[in-house]
């Protein structure tokens, strides 16, 4: 299985991106998505998280700024993020534990995107 992240690039303070995060494979059920950040000289930071049935957390500094999705029918995690600062430039990676058709069972593995860059600069 694979996670595809997509949707980065440079904005200006107040200003919003969307990002989006793709599965692909042989899958069966997608359970817990989440999304990190990681800034430069920063430990990573995970910012939110949508259970299989939509129950959603955020970490303090994004609460009322950015939201949390997923399409199930789509294999697909997204995180809208409104009104920018530049301290939410990081790199943004997706992760999720994926349960999938492996040759004769099911497997659940924890699985990570490559990551997508957001500036937030003027």
């Known amino acids: 299985v694979q996670l595809q992240a997509s949707g980065g690039g440079l904005v200006q303070p107040g200003g919003s991106l969307r990002l989006a995060c793709a599965a692909s494979?042989?899958?069966?059920?997608?359970?817990?998505m989440k999304w990190y950040r990681q800034a430069p000289g920063k430990q990573r930071e995970l910012v939110a998280t949508?259970?299989?049935?939509?129950?959603?957390a955020y970490a303090d500094s994004v609460k009322g700024r950015f939201t949390i999705s997923r399409d199930n029918a789509k294999s697909t995690v997204y995180l809208q993020m409104y009104s920018l600062k530049p301290e939410d430039t990081a790199v943004y990676s997706c992760?999720?534990?994926?349960?999938?058709?492996?040759?004769?069972?099911?497997?659940?593995?924890?699985?990570w995107g490559q990551g997508t860059l957001v500036t937030v600069s003027s």
């Open positions: 992760n999720a534990a994926i349960t999938y058709y492996a040759i004769s069972s099911l497997q659940t593995e924890d699985s």
């Open positions: 949508i259970s299989s049935r939509g129950s959603t």
């Open positions: 494979g042989r899958i069966f059920a997608i359970n817990v």
